[in-house]
């Protein structure tokens, strides 16, 4: 059997740190406390999967991790230094492709290579270093053979797989992903998790994967937060009890069952609903009301 050569995190060295974070939005009676004292430690090499209730925040601190929102007060750091806004240490990659239609694949992942941080004082070495890296991006990715098609003509995965590989080109040493597989089918999101762990292997990123599905989170993280709503928080931390080399055969796992157990009973107890069929009632209730009016 090959040995694992997954990444292992490393607990003495936080690669990102949040202390006492708030976020709001709007003023006075229009206030919403978006975040609230929020502590948490990420470390080097990790992959931590945020999960948790509609409204709970996990988007928004992924944002802010990303330096794409202010925090309102608190301390965040990446490596120890501040985080004030986006670095080329992190990159992102959301639900939404975000592709340039004009671009083909190839010209999408090296789109990164061209801005101004990557381009100022540049040799020809770089150049080409940076050319054999997209190179390799389009074979780790699958995408050789489409790597002069334009984003129409290709499937929701790999248009994915494409903005993957638009984050991974400047190396970055973390990768935040936002919901980056909810529009996928279920047998093509169970491709792309395997993928992303492949990635992981590889790369030795820092992931921090923000999802709605808890079985997501817990096939691909090394650990989970679970956030609670009104307002968001972190509730509890959940180290998974699997090894860091995963199959899909995985999620048959009494551990795994149980830990999933766990999770979807404290999402509903945080979000006021112990169970769907409850849920399902205050929408009925809702929607006949609505429709009396």
């Given at each position: ?233 972190i509730d509890s931390i959940h180290p ?54």
């Open positions: 059997m090959a040995p694992d050569l997954s990444p292992r995190p490393d607990a003495d060295r936080p690669k990102l740190q949040a202390r006492g974070v708030w976020k709001t939005f709007g003023h006075g009676a229009a206030r919403t406390v978006a975040l609230q004292a929020v502590d948490l430690d990420i470390a080097d090499n990790a992959f931590v999967t945020l999960v948790g209730a509609s409204g709970c925040g996990k988007s928004t601190l992924l944002r802010t991790l990303a330096g794409l929102e202010h925090r309102s007060a608190g301390d965040l750091r990446c490596d120890g230094q501040p985080i004030d806004g986006p670095g080329r240490e992190r990159a992102m990659v959301f639900q939404h492709y975000s592709l340039y239609p004009w671009l083909n694949v190839l010209d999408n992942i090296r789109f990164s290579r061209q801005l101004a941080t990557h381009t100022r004082d540049r040799t020809d070495a770089d150049v080409e270093a940076a050319s054999g890296r997209a190179d390799a991006l389009l074979r780790l990715m699958g995408l050789a053979h489409v790597a002069r098609a334009y984003p129409s003509q290709l499937s929701g995965g790999m248009q994915q797989r494409v903005a993957i590989a638009r984050a991974l080109m400047s190396r970055p040493q973390v990768l935040l992903m936002d919901e980056p597989f909810g529009a996928l089918d279920a047998q093509t999101r169970e491709v792309m998790h395997d993928l992303i762990l492949h990635v992981h292997r590889l790369e030795r990123t820092t992931i921090v994967f923000v999802t709605h599905d808890v079985e997501e989170a817990l096939y691909l993280g090394h650990q989970v937060v679970l956030m609670a709503p009104r307002p968001g928080r998974v009890p699997l090894p860091a080399l995963r199959t899909q055969d995985m999620k048959l796992a009494p551990e795994f069952t149980a830990l999933k157990r766990t999770l979807l009973e404290r999402i509903r107890a945080t979000s006021g609903m112990q169970t769907d069929t409850e849920l399902l009632a205050r929408l009925s209730r809702a929607g006949s009301i609505d429709l009396a009016r």
